[in-house]
Antibody
Framework: QVQLAESGGGVVQPGRSLRLSCAASGFTFSAYAFHWLRQAPGRGLEWVAVISYDGTELHYADSVKGRFTFSRDNSKKTLYLQMNNLGIADTAVYYC???????????????WGQGTMVTVSS | SYVLTQPPSVSVAPGQTASISCGGNNIGRKSVHWYQQRPGQAPVLVVCDDTDRPSGIPERFSGSNFKNTATLIISRVEVGDEADYYCQVWDGPSAHWVFGGGTKLTVL
């Protein structure tokens, strides 16, 4: 069964760091690109970052560039989102999602995890 | 940066057809994807590349994309279709992935 499962969310103080993980199963992990997306409470979807299938291409939303780092470990079939200098505006449910076409970075997101909540609060 | 505009809400009676628009500058030149998000759940891809349906999505879901407006069309609407719907494109010049603000579909 094709699945993504996020973990690592929680409550953190402003200015602190947090690392999210996304474990994949049921498909050839190394053949796909992935994205992180987020959704603030009561708000719409926001794209956060993308990593290509081979890890050579990375892009970030302007709101997180320089603070967040997206990486992947193909041996563990796991994605990571290192989030530094967190602010109140980063409070959201964070989703990882797979790109629909293998080796493509730009196609639709066909598999989503259930999401993990990050709350930034003093 | 590229902006996608959706109506905040659309209402429709069961059995009727719902149309949800997504406006963007020359959006007809881009591939548009649509996601359904029920309350408390992760989004689900319902239409990709303007008009294609992923495996498992009912034929009642379809799409169009021309000039400055893309549209998600849901025929024979059911109570279970009540959800938020988001359009999404890739904006090449900025290398950003963009979502519309979302439309809440209410089935009366």
């Amino acid at each position: 069964q094709v699945q993504l499962a996020e973990s690592g969310g929680g409550v953190v103080q402003p200015g602190r760091s947090l690392r999210l993980s996304c474990a994949a199963s049921g498909f050839t992990f190394s053949a796909y690109a992935f994205h992180w997306l987020r959704q603030a409470p009561g708000r719409g979807l926001e794209w956060v970052a993308v990593i290509s299938y081979d890890g050579t291409e990375l892009h970030y939303a302007d709101s997180v560039k320089g603070r967040f780092t997206f990486s992947r470990d193909n041996s563990k079939k796991t994605l990571y989102l290192q989030m530094n200098n967190l602010g109140i505006a980063d409070t959201a449910v964070y989703y990882c999602a797979r790109v629909r076409i293998d080796e493509s970075t730009y196609d639709a997101f066909d598999v989503w995890g259930q999401g993990t909540m990050v709350t930034v609060s003093s | 940066s590229y902006v996608l505009t959706q109506p905040p809400s659309v209402s429709v009676a069961p059995g009727q057809t719902a149309s949800i628009s997504c406006g963007g500058n020359n959006i007809g030149r881009k591939s548009v994807h649509w996601y359904q998000q029920r309350p408390g759940q992760a989004p689900v891809l319902v239409v990709c590349d303007d008009t294609d349906r992923p495996s498992g999505i009912p034929e009642r879901f379809s799409g169009s994309n021309f000039k400055n407006t893309a549209t998600l069309i849901i025929s024979r609407v059911e109570v279970g279709d009540e959800a938020d719907y988001y359009c999404q494109v890739w904006d090449g010049p900025s290398a950003h992935w963009v979502f519309g603000g979302g439309t809440k579909l209410t089935v009366l």
